[in-house]
Structure formats: C-alpha cells, structure tokens
C-alpha cells in the first residue's frame, strides 16, 4: 500500500485528511487512539493539524496520544519527540491532559520502557495494542521507530515496548517493538526527501533482511507516504 505525493506537503496534507476521517468514522464514540512518531518529517503534519481547517474537523476529546518512541531525554529537550509533538500539535488542540501519554525519556531507560509498557497494556486492556492510527517514520538506514539494524528489540516477541540503542545521539532510546506495530488498526510510513531513495528502494526491491533494514517490517501492514524525491528510485525496473 503506497501513495506518492508530488511534495513533502503533499505527504503531510494526505496524513491530515486520513486522521480525520478516522478520528470521524469511530463510530462507537471510543475513544481513537493515535500513536505519533518521532523526527522532522512528521512535524508539518502536526502543524497542519493544528490548525483550520482541519483542527476544527477533529474531536479533540475524543483523542488520545501516545510515541512510537522517544529518545531518552527530558521533555523539554531539543531532542524530545514529545516536545516537537507538544510545540507543533498538543499545545494547539483540546486534549485532554489524561489522553496524552508521554513517554517517560527522564527516566533510566529500563524504568521508561517498563512505565511505558505498564501504560499501553492498561490503556488496551492486556489485549494487543491496536493504535487506530500508528505513524512511523524511515531513516537512511532503514529503521523505524526506534529499531535500529542490528538491535535486539527487532526480534522482540513479547514485550510490547524496549529500551535500546541508536547509533546517533541520543543514544539511548525508548521503541515499540514490532509486535506492537504489528496490531495497528492502520499504519502510516511518512518518507520524504532524495536522501532516502536508495534505501526506500532497498526497503521494497532488495533481500529481505529486516535485521538488516528494520523498516521492512512494514512492508505489507503499513500505508507507505512519501513524496516524489524519497520514492524516485522506487518505479526503478
Ligand atoms: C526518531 C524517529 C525516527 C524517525 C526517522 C526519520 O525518534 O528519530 O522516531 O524513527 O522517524 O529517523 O526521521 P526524519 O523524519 O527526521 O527523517
């Protein structure tokens, strides 16, 4: 599943309009549970979300939020997916303080992987955590979330949440792991820019290897959203 924006802005306004419509079309008035990823890309898309018109086709109180991951840092670090999410969305839309949950990157990481488990298998009842909207990011290197080529949460098949290790700073990380990808209602992959071309190409035309290129974990359960320059070498024969 894979649609190609002429734009980075294209990418942004087509995540927009599907968070809208699902955050509508839950129709038992439950509340749409939306887990939010980390990095630059996703930053227009909160932007854009956060302001007319699309704020105003949101039930705000009707939404919860949670990380794909975090680096391990304080909120209000530079670094800190919560802070970029709070600057560009949360501060700028009614939700309830009890429907954002943070995860706790103040926290020694084991601690912060644990709190944070202890929160999804409460909010999701012990049962698998199906986010209605999961959104995910790609990095040159093919990861995803936080789960970085080589690592061990990328064959984690128990616990929901792990703490890990980039191999940029911050170093320490706090991920879902790829069983809790693997129940998302509907996944997003945002990619945008040249310098991800070889490796999207790689993602969906090379050995399939996801300890190696952990984003292709996704190939066949996430919506993949990228603009023209990430997917130009994608229609390669
Ligand atoms: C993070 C993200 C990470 C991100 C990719 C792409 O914490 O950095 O969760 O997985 O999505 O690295 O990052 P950009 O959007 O900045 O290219």
Redo the contacts with the bound molecule.
Sequence with gaps: MIGITESPEGVALALVQFIVQRAASSTDHRLCRVAL??????RRLYEMLARPPWRDQVDWARIEVFW????CVPPDDPAS?YRMAREALLEQVPIHPAHIHRILGELPPDEAAAAYERTLRKVFRGRAPRFDILL????VDG????LFPGTPAIHETMRWVAATEAPTAPHA?ITLTPVALSHAVDAYVLVT?AEKADMVRTIFKGPRDPDRYPAQLLIDSAYWIMDEAAAARFREP
């Design positions: 990823s980390g990095g630059s890309t996703p794909s991951d975090e680096r997916n995910l990011g790609m990095g990861h995803t979330a936080s990380r820019g």
